[in-house]
């Protein structure tokens, strides 16, 4: 612990202050345990998941309390959708986001009562992924998702915050010609550079170029590519991917990005030395 909490201080204050945790990727199974892993990383700000909130209030309770009373900070929100299967990239294609019209009624009462725990929680940003954006706006799914999304953002926008669309399942160029379109002043992206990789969408640096107006937060994940075309890239310890970290940050400096950085850890078994590497990356780049 001693040695994590240096690694915090060794970082540059403007990104230490910044940095923050996503609450799924050390996969707690109550507040108490989120709180013991959290103090495990040496950090005390969280990227929090609200559907454990929404779904079992009876173990989560009055989160905001607790977070308060042990000194978590909670700097954004985000909710997963019904029926997602990650097996292989044309099963997250099929059932991804508020796509699939199965889910959309239910995805839409679960939003909503996402969107009341984040207003509760005094959240200004809250994240998740839309689903695969068609390439062309005479697709039928197209206006369709364009239209729910119309109807999300307005939910979040009556209670003053804003979203952001995972990037990833698209290229930047798709992602940002969907923005435009979307014309939503609430609605941004959170920039992943690892799901560039996974998805084989492109170049993570190039793709932050693109999208740099529309980056409301982004997360600290790395990858490296598939060797197999159609197949998914592998998910690996911050730093030991392809993503080209101190680009990454040369970036972020370019565009004047002051959001947060969330260090999301998404596979493997050791999530909380894998965290503490990510943070270790920082002190490396600095």
Not at 49 to 64: H, K, Q, T, Y
């Amino acid at each position: 612990m001693v040695v994590a909490l240096r690694l915090i201080h060794a970082m540059p204050s403007s990104l230490a202050h910044r940095l923050a945790v996503c609450s799924w990727s050390l996969q707690p199974s109550n507040p108490q345990d989120l709180l013991e892993k959290l103090r495990a990383t040496g950090l005390h700000r969280i990227q929090l998941n609200l559907d454990p909130l929404r779904e079992s209030p009876d173990v989560w309770g009055d989160f905001a309390g607790f977070a308060s009373a042990n000194g978590i900070e909670v700097v954004s929100g985000m909710f997963g959708t019904l029926g997602e299967d990650y097996s292989t990239l044309d099963t997250i294609r099929e059932t991804g986001g508020i796509v699939p019209d199965a889910h959309w009624e239910q995805n839409l009462a679960n939003i909503r009562a996402c969107a009341g725990i984040a207003a509760s929680l005094d959240l200004k940003l809250v994240t998740f992924h839309a689903g695969f954006l068609p390439h062309e706006a005479t697709d039928p799914d197209y206006g369709k998702l364009r239209g729910r999304l119309e109807t999300v953002a307005s939910i979040f926008a009556e209670k003053g915050i804003a979203l952001a669309l995972e990037t990833g399942q698209e290229t930047a160029e798709t992602l940002r010609s969907f923005l435009e379109d979307l014309g939503c002043p609430n609605v941004g992206a959170n920039f992943d550079p690892a799901n560039m990789l996974l998805y084989a969408k492109g170049d993570p640096i190039e793709a932050m170029r693109v999208l740099a107006p529309w980056i409301r937060q982004v997360h600290i994940k790395d990858a490296v590519k598939t060797q197999v075309p159609g197949t998914w890239g592998s998910e690996v310890v911050a730093g030991t991917g392809e993503v080209d970290w101190k680009a990454f940050f040369g970036v972020l400096t370019d565009i004047g990005y002051t959001g947060n950085l969330c260090i999301e850890r998404e596979a493997g078994s050791s999530r909380v030395e894998d965290i503490a590497a990510a943070r270790a990356l920082f002190e490396s780049i600095a």
